[in-house]
């Protein structure tokens, strides 16, 4: 809209709400208005004070402006946040935040901007109703909140749907196993000096991992990276709680023991603090459940209580590094199993560890979980510079300890590997034939394109190198 200023012949200036019909110092008629206009960045601008109600001194803006932080994408900063700033220190003699967060684009699948016009956008309601609000939330605080543009992915909202039905499951499995007998509210909350010493080194992992998750979500939140805050509360909840200690604490569970519920407890009631504001529906939701337990203090809301705080003295380096251990251990053993294809409920009658001289006593005291998780009768642990175990085995590393799986309880395995391996060869070795003839063709040579014959070339070698790793295995199993 061109400027409310209007000029007489005699050089009289009138402003106005309305079109003047005559001059207001003169009464002269025939107005001429200014041609210039201000455009739609001068007025919004003036947004970060004219909308609390400036120019009067109203509450509201003495309430809110300045305040802190300003979220933005990168490509109106000039357009529009410098000019925010320098309009509220010409009229207002303030910065009108301290903080801007520059985040991402949220690109179509093709990576097109989003526009209504070109039908490129995508409803936000309908990713809701399809996939969940707290889902939906989740990715785009992941998303929109990293350094580079994102294009829009589906699947990775319907990720975070199942990572909220995973949440879900886990609460209410731990509260099912833990609603026996002899189930106060645990009372875990408190400084560490405080609580009741933990016997498990389990339990320990998980609280000082835990204390860990707090730290780190709080350092993301308070310097704006939500991708590293979600990540990291994704990994915790679904790998280490989830995949590993609800595993190891389901028997202790179910026999009532003290310590598991009160370590659940705790967890529980931070994690639902930690994810709230980014899942605040299933949150609430959850901690009503831990309310109605006594595994929660009443509150009317989670966001009227207090933030968690990472505290030192529950960290536990020594039982880390015992779990770490144990899981990958247990990971090295099962991708051994999955690589020879056995059924995951199919028991081994004894798993053989040739262990270093730091690991040795570690995994002795880890050996029944190891069986447990890994599926063994028994776990012998051996020292350093032990042969292992006679007969076949399928082996692994796990660090630096030798993982021996003995095949003679898995004669039906070995049988199908070796049958497996020998159709592998033989597939390959026809390839082999024909690329080599392909290539010992001179006329074929002479006209393919360049490209064409290298790409045959690298293929003859990949074949080579195959071969001879199928055929060490094979000759190791026959």
């Known amino acids: 809209r061109q400027i409310p200023v209007w000029y007489c012949d005699q050089g009289h200036v009138t402003v ?51 305040t802190q932080v300003l979220s933005t994408a990168r490509d109106i900063l000039y357009l529009w946040v410098a000019r925010m700033i320098f309009t509220s220190l010409a009229f207002r003699g303030e910065i009108p935040f301290s903080q801007v967060i520059i985040h991402a684009t949220i690109l179509d699948p093709e990576g097109r901007r989003m526009s209504k016009s070109k039908g490129t956008g995508v409803d936000p309601l309908l990713v809701m109703d399809k996939y969940g609000t707290d889902a939906t939330r989740f990715w785009l605080a992941g998303a929109g909140t990293s350094s580079q543009d994102v294009r829009y992915r589906e699947e990775k909202i319907e990720t975070y749907r199942n990572f909220a039905n995973k949440l879900w499951n886990a609460t209410r499995f731990v509260l099912m196993k833990a609603a026996g007998p002899g ?9 560490a000096a405080t609580r009741q010493p933990l016997a498990s080194a389990v339990d320990r992992w998980i ?41 190891l604490a389901k028997p202790r569970l ?13 967890v529980m009631d931070t994690l ?120 076949r085995c399928a082996t692994g590393l796990a660090g630096e300890n030798q993982i021996f799986l003995p095949l003679s309880g898995f004669g039906d395995v070995l049988a199908r590997e070796v049958g497996r391996l020998g159709k592998e060869i033989t597939s390959l070795e026809g390839e082999q034939q024909r690329v080599s003839s392909q290539l010992a063709n001179e006329a074929f040579v002479a ?10 070339r690298a293929r003859r070698d990949e074949i080579q190198g195959q071969l001879e790793a199928l055929r060490r295995q094979l000759a190791s199993w026959s």
């Open 16 to 66: 106005a709400e309305s079109d003047p019909t005559a001059c207001s110092s003169c009464g002269a008629t025939g107005l001429t208005q200014d041609p210039d206009v201000l455009d739609t960045w001068f007025s919004s601008a003036l947004w970060t004070y004219a909308t609390l109600g400036w120019p009067d001194e109203t509450p509201e803006l003495a309430r809110f402006h300045p």
């Open 183 to 191: 189930n106060p509210a645990p009372a875990w909350s408190g400084e």
């Open 207 to 247: 609280i000082s991992r835990l204390h860990r998750l707090i730290g780190e979500v709080t350092r993301a939140v308070d310097g704006f990276a939500f991708s590293e805050a979600t990540a990291a509360l994704y990994e915790f909840t679904w790998n280490e709680l989830c995949d590993w200690y609800l595993e």
């Open 254 to 266: 179910e026999a009532g023991d003290g310590d598991v519920r009160r370590v659940l407890a705790e």
């Open 272 to 391: 639902v603090r930690l994810l709230h504001p980014f899942m605040p529906f299933i949150t609430e939701e959850i901690n009503e459940l831990l309310v109605t337990r006594g595994w929660a203090p009443a509150a009317e809301t989670l966001q009227r209580r207090a933030w968690p705080a990472a505290d030192a003295a529950s960290l536990d380096p020594a039982a880390e590094r015992e779990m770490g251990l144990l899981i990958e251990t247990v990971k090295t053993l099962r991708n051994v199993r999955a690589e020879l294809r056995v059924d995951p409920a199919k028991v081994a009658p004894e798993i053989v560890i040739v262990a270093t001289a730091a690991d040795e006593a570690l995994l002795a005291r880890m050996a029944p979980l190891v069986a447990r998780l890994g599926r063994a009768d028994r776990v012998i642990i051996a020292p350093a510079g032990s042969a292992g175990p006679e007969g």
């Open 447 to 456: 006209k393919a394109p360049p490209a064409v014959v290298e790409k045959l």
